[in-house]
């Protein structure tokens, strides 16, 4: 995972010489190459990196910002860092140091500095920001105090303008290719940000006569001349409709820019975006229905059971719950826009090596038509002896209840569920609708039998999806306490190879999936077009696109 990059000191010189010329960084006149536009139905809330929240949002900061490491065409390199390195405290905890190259800019010139990485962590978990992201830094020693209230507890630093020090509390498989590169942790600039801190908050303290309410401010990303960015492309027009970038002039990786132009089309409507698409206006669509030719994605979050182990269910009954199921029909009975899952894990999370899990680790759970019947014949077989001798199979089992959030969609999902039980193992299941506030207490206390939930992960990370269920963990709703789960990912954090932490993960969801303490259901998906002649588009972190190496496929 580690790719240094050195730089001629004469090259080094030569194109400092060339930046200072041209205005450091700022977008030229010109802007020979491709040029790509991209049709999105919404318009931007915020391109601020602590509130981008929507694959919109995060798609264009993913091209204005950047961050330490970056992906590309060949996976994990340097981004804004020029190299660094890690150690191990003898603590536990690890210190990573990244030395930032010299040849960075913001889009008004001034060179980016280590500090604006410390301002925008600190700033990341400040609860008077209030950013959805917070937790991503979950690792970063400091955290619990610093979202208390006490940014400066939070173990950033920079001991000097190129040098940025960041100290976990544990290892961290995912630090580098994860949180180094998501958009919630790129720099931003102290000077342009609106103030969120009082003077006794920059000496530590926690000031609680003033609080940064985000509604009542500005938004610094809305309007052009306050939107100062620090990644391959500069803001050339921004208005209601329309949002123009083009490549900085002497970014330092220009050679990986192939489009220099990239124009966000904000079409408010799908029929306007296809439209636009279909005249050959536009070259790329985010979720465009189910028009010929489209590509489908999905989103983070996975309905799944959980199921009580205090609950009388035995192993057994538990499986052939699992197995009684045909995902892709509850998907359907939802609409276009669901799929069933093969595993717990998603499509388009990706392994610690950058290769998409589900593709490596194949299907645990089938939702193909031989599959599923095979799977029902097997959770036929397995519930078999409960319909010998006298009364029926519910005598033997009990009351079984299935609780869920009321909403339209998750009453559809737990009516499928109990039909296909009933007519496949002829368990009949009570439905209980409640509200979020006595859902988070049934799951908080434990009161249920089976429980539908939706399972989502900050990070995007295999290992994200799967600790919710570690025996120490307080999403472990179940409360089961599987000594060999725990095992299994706790060796693929610690483990230092690349390949065996991605087999761990592998082995880990198998193994809990067999144990049916976790039944996953179904996930949302949509759907993108690229217009034919176009490659090269890089898709990472479930639903954020970047455009900047797309080429022409030369027939």
């Not at 660094?84 to 990573?96: C, L, M, P, R, S």
């Not at 029902?376 to 089992?397: E, K, P, W």
């Amino acid at each position: 995972m580690k790719r240094w990059k050195q730089i001629a000191a004469l090259a080094l010189a030569l194109l400092m010489l060339v930046m200072t010329v041209v205005g450091c960084g700022q977008a030229a006149e010109e802007t020979p190459g491709i040029s790509l536009r991209a049709a999105f139905i919404n318009r931007p809330t915020s391109l601020d990196p602590v509130y981008a929240t929507t694959e919109e949002e995060r798609t264009i900061t993913e091209h204005l910002f950047e961050n330490l490491m970056k992906y590309t065409a060949t996976g994990l390199v340097n981004g804004q860092a020029a190299g660094y390195a890690v150690v191990t405290n003898e603590d536990g905890t690890e210190t990573y140091t990244f030395t930032l190259r010299n040849d960075i800019f913001w889009s008004d010139g001034v060179p980016v500095k280590a500090e604006d990485f410390v301002h925008a962590w600190q700033r990341l978990v400040a609860p008077q920001v209030a950013s959805p992201h917070a937790s991503i830094l979950e690792m970063v020693a400091g955290y619990e105090d610093a979202i208390a209230g006490d940014v400066a507890a939070l173990q950033v630093s920079a001991p000097d303008s190129r040098t940025f020090e960041v100290t976990l509390s544990e290892h961290c498989p995912y630090f580098l290719s994860v949180i180094c590169t998501d958009t919630a942790t790129m720099p931003v600039r102290a000077d342009m940000v609106p103030a969120w801190m009082s003077a006794e908050d920059e000496d530590g303290g926690n000031s609680e006569e003033f609080m940064f309410d985000p509604t009542l401010l500005p938004d610094w990303t809305a309007k052009k001349a306050t939107l100062i960015t620090n990644g391959a492309y500069s803001v050339r027009n921004y208005n209601a409709d329309h949002l123009t970038m083009v490549e900085k002039e002497g970014y330092y990786d220009s050679r990986r820019i192939t489009v220099k132009k990239l124009d966000f089309f904000f079409a408010e409507t799908l029929e306007r975006a296809m439209s636009s698409y279909e005249k050959g206006e536009s070259d790329f669509i985010l979720k465009c229905g189910d028009g010929e030719g489209s590509v489908v994605a999905m989103q983070p979050e996975v309905s799944a059971l959980a199921v009580n182990q205090m609950s009388s269910l035995s192993e057994e009954v538990r499986q052939a719950l699992t197995l009684a199921l045909d995902r892709n029909a509850i998907a359907a009975a939802m609409g276009t826009k669901f799929t069933g899952m093969e595993g717990l894990v998603p499509e388009g999370i990706t392994t610690v090596s950058g290769s998409h899990f589900r593709a490596v680790n194949g299907v645990v759970l089938p939702c193909d038509e031989e599959g599923v019947a095979k799977n029902r014949t097997n959770a036929q077989g397995l519930v078999a002896h409960l319909y010998r001798g006298d009364g029926s199979i519910m005598d033997r089992l009990g009351v079984i209840s299935l609780v869920y959030e009321n909403s339209f969609i998750n009453s559809r999902i737990a009516q499928q569920v109990k039909k296909q039980w009933q007519e496949v193992l002829g368990i009949s299941v009570t439905l209980v609708s409640i509200t979020a506030e006595e859902m988070d207490e049934a799951l908080g206390s434990g009161a249920f039998t089976i429980a539908l939930m939706t399972v989502s992960d900050e990070s995007n990370t295999t290992i994200g999806y799967l600790d919710h269920y570690m025996s120490d963990s307080p999403e472990n709703y179940g409360q089961h306490y599987p000594n060999a789960y725990d095992i299994l990912l706790r060796a693929a954090m610690a483990s230092e190879s690349v390949e065996a932490r991605d087999a761990y993960l592998a082995d880990a969801e198998r193994l809990l999936l067999e144990s049916g303490y976790v039944i996953p259901l179904c996930g949302t998906t949509y759907r993108y077009l690229l217009r034919d002649g176009l490659a090269g588009l890089i898709c990472r972190d479930m639903g954020v696109y970047n455009f900047s190496a797309v080429t022409e496929i030369v027939a």
